[in-house]
């Protein structure tokens, strides 16, 4: 029997409600990043401050795509100046420049991560994606986003042509239940949401009898061999998968 006021209880009801909520969003997803790979297209990852740990979790990651290229500002990176990055998200222009740099193109794919979805970086990048015609896929929240401050005229699920709804609740903690001040949701629920996807891609390959780029641990043996084609392959694609960029 599940008691709502336990923490562990609490996060397996969120992620049944994002199964409920993003389960065909999922399908799509993976539908849309297997047409895209098929093609031989890149999937754009993006993300800011700590929505930047989901874009460790696509990029470079044992099981994950090869076909994975993170964009993304340093301003934005938290780890050397938080404070910095907080208001670089918050900065027009930002998330419209590291898209320009990048210069994704179909048949690539982009992929937006943000709890809100509100300010101005994730939505430009989303933005500017939509409008070179790569699609955008946006995980996020929307309790979070209906309660957070407008900060952008639009929000990332304006320009998404998929929306993947993680359910985490608005200012992200979960603990103790009766007045939430620790204890953040939105990484767990981010990566289970991003796995999910992950999990229909390799399902919906197989159906198909396509062989997907995916990297191997590297804490196996035999792993730095098998991931030997796929960096050469990718590399001058993914410049930050040797230090080109």
Not at 54 to 82: K, Q
Not at 124 to 143: D, F, G, Y
């Amino acid at each position: 029997m599940t008691d709502p006021a336990r923490f562990p209880d609490r996060v397996r009801h969120l992620l049944d409600e994002l199964d409920a909520a993003a389960g065909k969003a999922a399908g799509d997803a993976a539908a849309l990043i297997l047409a895209s790979v098929e093609a031989d297209g890149i999937v754009h990852v993006a993300g800011a401050g700590h929505s930047l740990a989901m874009v460790f979790e696509t990029f470079y990651r044992a099981g994950g795509l090869a076909a994975v290229r993170p964009i993304w500002d340093p301003a934005v990176f938290p780890l050397d100046h938080a404070v910095r990055s907080t208001r670089a998200e918050r900065r027009a222009g930002v998330g419209r420049a590291v898209v320009e740099k990048a210069a994704p193109a179909p048949p690539d794919v982009a992929v937006v991560f943000s709890t809100s979805g509100r300010n101005p970086y994730p939505v430009e990048v989303a933005q500017e994606c939509a409008a070179r015609r790569v699609p955008v896929i946006a995980v996020m929240s929307s309790p979070a986003s209906r309660a957070a401050e407008a900060r952008a005229g639009t929000a990332l699920a304006d320009h998404a042509a998929i929306v993947l709804d993680t359910r985490v609740p608005p200012g992200d903690v979960l603990h103790p239940a009766a007045a939430p001040r620790t204890a953040a949701v939105s990484t767990v629920l981010g990566a289970y949401a991003w796995a999910r996807v992950l999990a229909e891609l390799d399902d919906l390959a197989a159906a198909r009898g396509v062989d997907l780029p995916r990297w191997t641990s590297a804490n196996v043996p035999g792993g730095d061999e098998a991931n030997a084609a796929l960096l050469e392959r990718y590399r001058h694609r993914v410049p930050e998968l040797a230090g080109d960029g």
